[in-house]
């Protein structure tokens, strides 16, 4: 790992695990009461998510390359990007151990460990960054998720801001996570001649897992905000309800659940 993307990578962890206690010590909205330690992680997670999805938005858009060639081509701030990632699902993985039981992360930490994984063989070999961009996408619809978290964390449901934010997030989900998933898998399966089998077992590994989450959990919105809407509708299993409290960026809990995405 290059010595920039080694402090890009750590300077990522300290910023986010610097936010995560900033914010423990500045007052959080009264109707979070009961779910401070779940604002606090959504909201640094909706910066990250901001952070990589206007980033990966705006370096496709302006570097095609990185989504025709995506093991070779790219700009030197894209591998940048992908370091920052990787600094911050360590930094709310920590913080997911500091405030979970293992019972209740688990599912989280393997797909944070999965991602990280991926991300830092990326990092470390230069190589598929184009490929680490696309699946950054994914971030765009993590900040809808992220958003209708913390609606549910305030109580601000049912709402039209809520509403809104429901069909939006069941929108992204699929145009910037099945869609960007589904040509990572495609392209993949086209070009494993080339790949490394180590590669494609990583790979397909990290894919398998996001992908399975990103069903599961649309599903879970469709029914409970779509299908059979409550007025206090019950967060999905990937983003997380918080008993004793909740896991990194997806809040888990032993009360309802609702695990995120951070990927």
Not at 81 to 101: C, E, H, I, K, P
Request: positive net charge; glycine residues 8%.
């Amino acid at each position: 790992m290059a010595p920039t993307e080694l402090l890009a990578t750590g300077a990522s962890f300290a910023v986010f695990r610097g936010l995560h206690w900033g914010l423990k010590r500045l007052p959080t909205p009264g109707s979070t009461a009961q779910d401070r330690w779940k604002w606090r992680n959504q909201c640094v997670s909706l910066m990250h998510s901001l952070l990589t999805g206007a980033g990966s938005l705006l370096g496709l858009s302006l570097y095609p390359q990185m989504a025709s060639d995506p093991a070779h081509g790219h700009p030197f701030w894209a591998l940048v990007l992908v370091a920052v990632s990787v600094g911050y699902f360590l930094a709310d993985g920590t913080d997911l151990l500091r405030n979970q039981t293992l019972g209740q992360t688990w599912e989280l930490l393997c797909h944070h460990l999965v991602v990280v994984c991926c991300f830092s063989f990326v990092v470390l070999s230069g190589h598929y960054v184009g490929f680490s961009v696309v699946c950054l996408l994914v971030e765009v619809n993590s900040i809808c998720l992220h958003l209708r978290i913390l609606l549910l964390t305030s109580r601000q449901v049912p709402s039209v801001a809520f509403s809104m934010t429901s069909l939006a997030t069941l929108t992204t989900l699929v145009l910037f996570r099945l869609v960007p998933l589904g040509w990572m898998s495609l392209w993949m399966f086209q070009q494993h001649h080339q790949i490394p089998l180590a590669l494609i077992i990583l790979g397909g590994t990290g894919l398998f897992t996001v992908s399975a989450i990103s069903i599961k959990t649309g599903l879970q919105i469709l029914i409970s905000d779509v299908l059979q809407p409550r007025p206090h509708p019950s967060v999905p299993k990937h983003e997380e309800n918080k008993r004793t409290r909740t896991c990194c960026n997806e809040p888990i809990t032993r009360d309802g659940s609702t695990l995120n995405f951070k990927n």
